[in-house]
């Protein structure tokens, strides 16, 4: 993959900006996880 000298100044945003979007989604699987796990604990 080649970039153009022109957008490498912007990927070390693109990077956050994906980092930041995977810890957002994981984050969200994460907390559904726990409320289902919470619902589980107290439906025994």
């Not at 990077?15 to 619902?39: C, H, P």
Request: aromatic share 0%; charged share 30%; net charge positive.
């Amino acid at each position: 993959m080649q970039r153009s000298p022109r957008r490498v100044r912007s990927t070390a945003k693109d990077v956050i900006k994906s980092t930041a979007q995977a810890a957002v989604g994981l984050g969200r699987r994460a907390a559904r996880l726990g409320m289902d796990s919470i619902k589980r604990a107290s439906n025994r």
